[in-house]
């Protein structure tokens, strides 16, 4: 499975991203897609996920409601829409995939994460 992510920039303070993440090759065992997000000397800390066959998603606390994860209509792809984005939400994010293994998971553990995209760099300015 390959990940491609995009849609990240600079923007201010208040402004709004859409950030879109495509798996390709093999992905008909896929259980959940999910975004982290890492600053340089930091530990990756997630953000969403997004369970595949049920769309059932979650949130890292930090969100408060400004950021939503959705799917596309076409494909396997993953939206993250970024809304009211603060100065602290600067960092590379990340995309992520699980695969189906019949197990509860805890859905913040990169570690319960197969595959990942590349990154995509977000600055918000204050």
């Known amino acids: 499975v390959q990940l491609q992510a995009s849609g990240g920039g600079m923007v201010q303070a208040g402004d709004s991203l859409r950030l879109s993440c495509s798996a390709s090759?093999?992905?008909?065992?896929?259980?959940?897609m999910a975004w982290f997000r890492q600053d340089p000397g930091k530990e990756r800390e997630y953000v969403a996920s997004i369970g595949w066959s049920a769309g059932s998603t979650d949130y890292a606390d930090f969100v408060q409601g400004r950021f939503t994860i959705s799917k596309g209509n076409a494909g396997i792809t993953v939206f993250l829409q970024m809304n009211n984005l603060k100065p602290e939400d600067t960092a590379v994010y990340y995309c992520?995939?699980?695969?189906?293994?019949?197990?509860?998971?805890?859905?913040?553990?990169?570690?319960?994460?197969?595959?990942w995209g590349q990154g995509t760099q977000v600055t918000v300015s204050s």
């Open positions: 992520a995939y699980r695969t189906k293994r019949g197990r509860s998971f805890t859905r913040a553990a990169p570690l319960e994460y197969d595959y």
């Open positions: 090759g093999y992905t008909r065992m896929i259980s959940h």
